[in-house]
C-alpha cells in the first residue's frame, strides 16, 4: 500500500534561516505529490502541488519543493522564514487507484516552529 | 474561491451519543471527504463519497457512518460516541487533483 513518511515531526529554527522539511513516499507508480499547511485552528490550506513538468515546483509564500523520482522524495525548502510560518506542514499524495478523485494519503505532519 | 464549511468549530457530546457532523461545499464538487486528524498519526480517511447516495469506506471507517443526500452536503455520524473518538475532523471537497479543506471540528467525547 501506498505510504507516504516525514522524517521530522518537529523541526526548530530560527527567523530567517533556511528551512527543509523531508518527505518520501513508497509508491513506484506515477503519483501526484502535495504540501499542505495547517495554522493553529485552521484547516489544510494548499502550499503547492506537483501534477507533471519541472521537478520544482513554486508555491505560495515563497515555500518551493523537489520531486525526486529515483529517490521518491518531495522535500519542503524555504530560503528565509518568518515567526508566520510557524504552522503543522503535511506531505500527501494522490492514491494511485483513486482516479482523479482527489482522495489522498498523508504524512504524519512536521512541525515548523521558527524562533525570534 | 471554494468555500468548505463545517457546522461546528468545537463539540463536546457524551459516550454513547449520536453526534452528528455536518460539512458542506459551494463549488459543486463531486467528491467530498471526511479525515480524522490525531497528533503523530497525521489525516486517516474515515469515508468517501463520490456522488450522491455514492459512499466508499475509509481506512479507519469503524464507528462512523456517513450521508450525502445533496451534492453539497456530506455528513459524518457517530452512532455512538466513544472517548477514542476525540479528535480533529477534517471535511473536504475536491476537483481533479486538489482537495480543499474546512476549517476542522474539534470533537470532544466526555
Known amino acids: 500500500a501506498q505510504s507516504v513518511t516525514q522524517l521530522d515531526s518537529q523541526v526548530p529554527v530560527f527567523e530567517e534561516a533556511p528551512v527543509e522539511l523531508r518527505c518520501n513516499y513508497s509508491s513506484s507508480v506515477s503519483v501526484y505529490l502535495f504540501w499542505y499547511v495547517q495554522y493553529p485552528n485552521q484547516g489544510l490550506q494548499l502550499l503547492l502541488k506537483y501534477l507533471s513538468g519541472s521537478t520544482l515546483v513554486k508555491g505560495i509564500n515563497g515555500f518551493e519543493a523537489e520531486f525526486n523520482k529515483s529517490q521518491t522524495s518531495f522535500h519542503l525548502r524555504k530560503p528565509s522564514v518568518h515567526i508566520s510560518d510557524t504552522a503543522e506542514y503535511f506531505c500527501a499524495v494522490s492514491d494511485p487507484g483513486s482516479g482523479n478523485t482527489g482522495k489522498l494519503i498523508f504524512g504524519q505532519g512536521t512541525t515548523l516552529q521558527v524562533k525570534p | 474561491d471554494v468555500k468548505v464549511t463545517q457546522s461546528s468549530r468545537y463539540l463536546v457530546k457524551r459516550t454513547g451519543e449520536k453526534v452528528f457532523l455536518e460539512c458542506v461545499q459551494d463549488?459543486?464538487?463531486?467528491?467530498m471527504f471526511w479525515y480524522r486528524q490525531d497528533p503523530g498519526l497525521g489525516l486517516r480517511l474515515i469515508y468517501f463519497s463520490y456522488d450522491v447516495k455514492m459512499k466508499e469506506k475509509g481506512d479507519i471507517p469503524e464507528g462512523y457512518s456517513v450521508s450525502r443526500e445533496k451534492k453539497e452536503r456530506f455528513s459524518l455520524i457517530l452512532e455512538s460516541a466513544s472517548t477514542n473518538q476525540t479528535s480533529m475532523y477534517l471535511c473536504?471537497?475536491?476537483?481533479?487533483?486538489?482537495?480543499?479543506f474546512g476549517q476542522g471540528t474539534r470533537l470532544t467525547v466526555v
Open positions: 463549488m459543486d464538487h463531486e467528491n
Open positions: 473536504a471537497s475536491s476537483f481533479l487533483y486538489e482537495a480543499f
